[in-house]
């Protein structure tokens, strides 16, 4: 599961500490995980650890749309991404994810190889959600990169991007990187 910054705001910290308190106390045995989360969730003012990350929070600065006229998807794939070219969350609808692919595909050199943990390093430094097994594995399987056998070695693929793709990654390299 990728793990996302979740802000929480304590008005007064002591009387969080003394909820807090209070719930583990009256705890009958070391809470879980689960357990321990809700507790956090309630002594911050909130019913549980879900209404918590229910609540409306601020989300990071969206990549700005390039002057040039570009399809709507090609704009809303723009908006996964923050304002300085990193994946910024994983789009639900699988034609957005297959175009934000291209803006970490154009982040590899084609000639070289690389090893699973300089492939992990590229893609943690280009997306801000935490989950680059899903990248890398999407990255494979839509034939981006390729892989040995062992998964030992992967290359980037040539391949050839549609306008789309092609107007995704001339924003992206507009943000200055």
């Known amino acids: ?11 007064d910290l002591s009387t969080f500490a003394k909820s807090l308190r209070t719930q583990l106390l009256a705890h009958p045995a070391t809470p879980g995980h689960q357990t321990l989360l809700n507790m956090v969730a309630r002594a911050a003012g909130h019913r549980n650890l879900q209404a918590l990350m229910a609540r409306p929070h601020p989300r990071p600065a969206a990549a700005p749309v390039p002057e040039e006229p570009v399809s709507e998807l090609v704009r809303r794939t723009l908006h996964q991404f923050d304002t300085d070219g990193r994946l910024a969350r994983l789009p639900a609808r699988r034609a957005l994810q297959a175009l934000a692919l291209w803006g970490l595909w154009m982040r590899f050199d084609a000639k070289r190889p690389y090893r699973e943990r300089e492939i992990n390093k590229i893609l943690n430094a280009w997306h801000t959600f935490g989950d680059h097994c899903t990248l890398r594995r999407d ?4 034939g981006f990169l390729a892989r040995t056998a062992d998964s030992a070695v ?3 693929l ?8 092609m107007a995704l990654m001339r924003a992206l390299r507009q943000l200055g990187r």
């Open 139 to 142: 990255l494979v399987t839509q």
């Open 154 to 156: 992967y290359t980037r």
């Open 1 to 11: 599961m990728p793990r996302e910054a979740l802000p929480l705001v304590v008005d």
């Open 158 to 165: 040539p391949a050839r991007p549609d306008a789309d793709g």
